[in-house]
Structures are given as structure tokens and as C-alpha cells.
């Protein structure tokens, strides 16, 4: 069976205490003993069998304190009484009565804890009364008082050292569990980063080679130079989305170091335009107000907005159609739109997938006003506006 390690420590605890206080019981008041008559001198009677046992039923109930605090304080309070009331001399069995007192206070609520002081003063100032011994005076009484409180307050202060341990660890626990949550969750938004992140580029790029490869594709036997250029340009298409996914991916690695680069911004349009105007979309860029600095996540969800919505056009606008990106730098925002003038199914209808959905979630990131749909005098539009709080 399981032995209780605190019982066991517990009751070798008490078996010590009966035996020292046995001993000090047994050999106290020695000399104040009269030789004949047993009795001793100021009302104290000499020690005896009965005295002993009383002292080892005081000492018992210390096995079995953690269990019961109050009732084993109650049951070691009684032979400490009938010890002192019928004249053993006070305090032979104080020690066990301490042990008990602080047990009920250290392990106890206040409520509890208070009413064991109570019934120890009780105790005392009781057996005092009954005790025939005399000789006593107020100031032996004062200072069994004081060690009483001070023993008490010993047990209370321990169990509020706990307390505050418990509270420590559980707070402790409490924090762990928040950072793992926040880590669960910062995982999730990175996840969630690249993910989009991965779709703007590959479905960009995929999409100006794809209208690259056919336009290669139609003029390969009527005309090779221009077929030549097209798939030139599909390759250094194929080479930039390479190398953004790279820059992407590279932060997940653990074998070795990213090789990271700026990420695109407003400063990047013209590229893109011209790019586009390559595959085949003519496109035009208007840039409105003066320039200031812009956030860097702002700068890059406008660029991915306008990215987007030129790729929508490129796959959906129809032939001949056009598009115009401007770019209006006002006090406080930042506005962007892409439209085109197209006849196509996602002007019409607005553009399906998952791109827009990211871009959704871009511009909510950072506080802007998102509006898409078909323009009245025909063609589509994308557009987002972004508070710049920290402008001036």
C-alpha cells in the first residue's frame, strides 16, 4: 500500500514530541518535590503515571494534525487543561498544544484559524483557574499570551506565503497558456500572410504568361520575331515570380538564412504597368497630391490591390480593353483604384477566386474602405482607401 508521506512524518513527529516531553515531564520540579509527602511546594504535584499518559494523549493528536487541524487542537487542548488544573505545573504539555495551534492556523481559513486562538486563550485562562498552583503572576500570563498570538501569526503567514506561491504558479500557468495561444495565433496570421502573399504573385505572373504564351502562340508562324520577344518575356516573367517566391518562402526555412529583399510598393507601379502593357492590357498610371511616406504595410497591401485588379483585367476585361491606375495622395489617405473599360465576364460580374478575398482582408488589416464592382458607363473597378493616421 501507499504509505501518506506526510502522515508518516507526522506520527514519527508526535512520537518524538511524546518522548521529549515525557522525559521533561518526568525529570521537571524534581528538587521542588518534599521528600515525604509527594507533594510540592506553591500547590505543584509531582510527576506520576497518570501525568505521563496525559502528556502522551497530548502529544497524539499531532499525528493526524494535517487531517483535522481543529478537532486534533481540541483533542490535545484537553489533557493540556486537566494537566494544569489538576496542578502538573504549567506548561509540561505546551509544546504539543503549539504544534497544534499553528497547524490550525497555517492550514486553515481566517475564520477557522481565529476561533482556534479563542478556544487556546480559553484553554489557558481556564486551567489557570482550576490549576492549585500559585505564585503566578500577570506578567507569566502575559507572555503565555504572546506566545500563543505568535505562533498563530507564525501559521497564518505561512499560509499566506503559500497563497501567494499558488497564485504566482497559477498566474504563471496562466501566462504560458496566453503566449501559447498567441503563438498559435501569430502562426495562423503568418500562415495566413504567406498564403496570400503566394497567391498575388504565382496568379500575376501566371497570368501574364499565360496571355504572353498565347499571344506567342498565334503569331509563331506569321511572325517569329515577335513570337521570340513574347517568349522572352514569358521568361523573364517566370524569373521575377522565381524570385518573389524566394523571398516569400525563404522566411520559413530553418537550414538557412532567407534571402530577403524589400518588398514592392507604390514606387513599383511603373514596372508593373509596363509589364502589363507587355502582355497585352494597355494601361495607364496616374499619380495624384505629393508623395509622403507611406507605411510599410500599407505600401505593400496598395501595390498587391493594384496588382490584383490589373490581373483581373488582364484574364477578364476582353480584348480591347483598357486600364487606368491612379494614385491619390490626399492629407490623411491614401486611395487607389484600378479600372478598366472592358465587356468582359469579370466586369460584368466582378472577379471570381480567392485574390479579392486576400485583398478584402488586406485592406481590413489596416483600417481601409474596400469598394469593387462594375463601373455605370460600363467595365469594373477596384478600389481602396487607407487612413494614413501619422501623416502630418
Not at 117 to 128: D, K, T, V
Not at 257 to 268: F, K, V
Not at 344 to 358: E, R, T
Amino acid at each position: 500500500m501507499r504509505i501518506d508521506r506526510a502522515r508518516f512524518h507526522d506520527t514519527l513527529f508526535a512520537v518524538a514530541l511524546a518522548a521529549v516531553s515525557v522525559w521533561l515531564f518526568l525529570s521537571s520540579d524534581a528538587a521542588l518535590l518534599e521528600p515525604a509527602g509527594g507533594q510540592a511546594a506553591d500547590g505543584i504535584r509531582g510527576a506520576d503515571t497518570f501525568g505521563a499518559v496525559l502528556v502522551v494523549l497530548a502529544c497524539a493528536p499531532v499525528a493526524v494534525r494535517r487531517r483535522w487541524p481543529l478537532a486534533t487542537l481540541c483533542a490535545g487542548l484537553l489533557p493540556e487543561t486537566l494537566l494544569t488544573g489538576l496542578g502538573y505545573g504549567s506548561g509540561v504539555a505546551a509544546a504539543p498544544v503549539l504544534v497544534l495551534l499553528y497547524s490550525v492556523a497555517s492550514l486553515r481559513g481566517l475564520a477557522v484559524a481565529l476561533c482556534a486562538l479563542l478556544l487556546s486563550f480559553l484553554a489557558y485562562a481556564f486551567a489557570g483557574t482550576l490549576s492549585p498552583v500559585t505564585g503566578a503572576n500577570w506578567s507569566e500570563h502575559l507572555v503565555a499570551f504572546i506566545v500563543l498570538l505568535a505562533v498563530w501569526g507564525a501559521g497564518r503567514s505561512l499560509r499566506l506565503r503559500r497563497a501567494y506561491l499558488e497564485e504566482l504558479k497559477d498566474r504563471a500557468a496562466r501566462l504560458e497558456r496566453a503566449y501559447a495561444a498567441d503563438t498559435r495565433a501569430a502562426r495562423a496570421e503568418e500562415r495566413s500572410r504567406i498564403a496570400r502573399e503566394l497567391h498575388d504573385v504565382v496568379a500575376h505572373h501566371v497570368s501574364v504568361m499565360t496571355v504572353q504564351a498565347a499571344a506567342a502562340r498565334r503569331v509563331l508562324a506569321a511572325d517569329p520575331d515577335m513570337a521570340r520577344e513574347a517568349l522572352s518575356a514569358i521568361e523573364h516573367t517566370g524569373r521575377m515570380a522565381m524570385s518573389e517566391m524566394r523571398n516569400i518562402v525563404g522566411v520559413l526555412r530553418t537550414d538557412a538564412r532567407a534571402e530577403l529583399g524589400p518588398q514592392p510598393g507604390i514606387d513599383d507601379l511603373p514596372a508593373l504597368v509596363e509589364q502589363m502593357r507587355e502582355a497585352g492590357l494597355p494601361t495607364r498610371l496616374s499619380i495624384e497630391g505629393d508623395a509622403r511616406p507611406i507605411p510599410a504595410g500599407v505600401d505593400l497591401a496598395a501595390y498587391r490591390l493594384i496588382q490584383e485588379g490589373l490581373t483581373n483585367s488582364l484574364r477578364h476585361a476582353g480584348t480591347g480593353a483598357e486600364a487606368v491606375v491612379t494614385v491619390r495622395h490626399g492629407p490623411r489617405e491614401l486611395d487607389v483604384r484600378v479600372e478598366d473599360d472592358g465587356r468582359g465576364a469579370a466586369s460584368l460580374s466582378g472577379p471570381p477566386g480567392h485574390g479579392l478575398v486576400g485583398i478584402r482582408e488586406r485592406v481590413a488589416l489596416y483600417g481601409g474602405i474596400l469598394s469593387i464592382g462594375p463601373r455605370p458607363g460600363g467595365g469594373f473597378e477596384v478600389r481602396a482607401r487607407f487612413p494614413l493616421k501619422d501623416s502630418p
